[in-house]
């Protein structure tokens, strides 16, 4: 079951932000959370990692439930087989899940069993399906992947560790990326994650994304109510400029 008006609302609110829970100051993470509830922010990013695929461990359907939030819920699973830990996440409240295609088979199964899971959010709706790469790995994996995704994820950072470096090479590749999303005659969004900053909005805008990842630069100056405005408006005014030109 596709999720057709999640994708439509996130398209219309373009580019719209996903900010990376792990980076919250824990111990004021409901209000944190309460915060981000009254921005324009449409998403909540989980960063799932098993120690293998991604360096670190960190939590996973457990922490993605215990959040209570209006927000949709936005799961990156880095683990290396995403179909372990698929139904678990759906249960917990998922509202996207995203898997890699570095995994290699189990991606085409983990990409059908998420379009048949149940929203538990909401049982009318379904889950949306992502893939994300890695910045080294070539986007000749797309392609047969298109049918059965609704948003395509580029890393900009190598995964594992908030705060990294943005790499240039995104900008080339969200460009592929969007020649053959348009291909593939398919409503699909289009993600970036990693090394966002309040410094290189203009680089990060002129990917085009249609959701941007980012976790540190919301939460470092203690204010995500605040931290949300600057990078939206940062973004989307960057956009702006970047079309004029
Ligand atoms: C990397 C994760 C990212 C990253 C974002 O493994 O997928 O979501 O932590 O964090 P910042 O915005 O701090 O680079
Ligand atoms: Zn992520």
Redesign the pocket.
Known sequence: MAAPRVLAGLRATAPNLSV?V??VNWLAVGRDLQKLERTEARLL?F?V?DGRF?P?LTLGPALVKAVKTTLLKDV?L?IGNPLTALEDHAAAGADVITVHAEVGWPVHRALQVIGDLPNANDPARGILRGV?LNPGTPLEVLPPLLEMVDLVML??????????Q?LPATRERADRVRRMIAASGREILLGV?????RRNLPEVAAVGADLV??????FEAGDPEEGVAVMLTGLRGARQEGMKA
């Open positions: 990376g792990l980076a990013h960063d990692m991604a670190q990156h880095m994300a890393l900009a950072i190598n995964p594992g560790w908030g705060g990294q943005f994650d990693g090394g966002v900053t990842v980012t976790g540190s630069a919301v």
